[in-house]
């Protein structure tokens, strides 16, 4: 993402280019504040690029422990200087590298794993739940593919239409379709699957609006057994 990405122009053209901003990311936080119950939790950010999703996570946790993982130096110096009275972790890896902590309470990501190949996503599910506790939460924010050509072109249609009433220009339009050549998306069905077959309960969508959706799984609690 960092070779296509201008950081000082990523935060401006979030709100334009996912015409369901608001919902999409008012569900992750509201996942995490009914799951996480913690004090202090420990909370890691995947692909953290700016740290908008941490910003508005934090601000609901602002005692909580942060990390943020991305391979861009040049959108975690923006994210750590957004974030600065949080004192957030920085590491500056891929997330197919191995996650750098564990006893996490929280591992949260939005439009970050969508780069990922479709076994590099499980591999990466599998090291999400056994870095979290037990009783955790992932949430994820994400761009997703359509089950077939007729939603895929749904799905295009209906969120470019969508950012260009939002204020979009067909510069910005031109540049978001040149980036979305590099993504490689899964279906929202196979994603939930996968976690819930590495082992994550509850797995499912949370919020769905064509091609954006926040999907989220809980590692089983110790005593608790939820059902999936």
Not at 82 to 111: C, D, N, W
Request: with cysteine; net charge negative.
């Amino acid at each position: 993402m960092s070779k296509i990405w201008n950081a000082s122009e990523y935060d401006e053209s979030r709100r334009r280019l996912i015409p369901c901003y608001d919902l999409f990311y008012a569900t992750a936080v509201e996942l995490a504040v009914r799951t996480v119950k913690t004090a202090s939790p420990s909370i890691l950010d995947l692909g953290a690029g700016t740290g908008l999703l941490s910003e508005f996570i934090m601000q609901k946790f602002p005692t909580a422990s942060l990390a943020l993982l991305d391979e861009s130096t040049e959108m975690l110096s923006k994210a750590q200087l957004r974030l600065e009275q949080y004192k957030p972790k920085i590491f500056i890896q891929p997330m197919t590298a191995p996650l750098p902590i564990g006893g996490v309470h929280a591992v949260i990501s939005s439009l970050a794993i969508h780069h990922l190949t479709d076994e590099e996503k499980r591999n990466l599910f599998c090291r999400i739940f056994q870095a979290l506790v037990h009783g955790g939460i992932f949430i994820n924010g994400e761009q997703i593919l359509g089950e077939n050509e007729w939603q895929q072109k749904l799905f295009e249609d209906t969120h470019l239409d969508g950012a260009r009433a939002l204020g979009s220009n067909e510069e910005e339009i031109r540049a978001a379709e040149e980036r979305m050549t590099y993504d490689k998306c899964s279906t929202l069905r196979d994603q939930i699957s996968w976690l819930r077959e590495i082992g994550f309960q509850n797995a499912n969508s949370f919020f769905h609006s064509f091609r954006f959706a926040v999907y989220a799984g809980w590692k089983p609690d110790q005593i608790t057994h939820h059902t999936q």
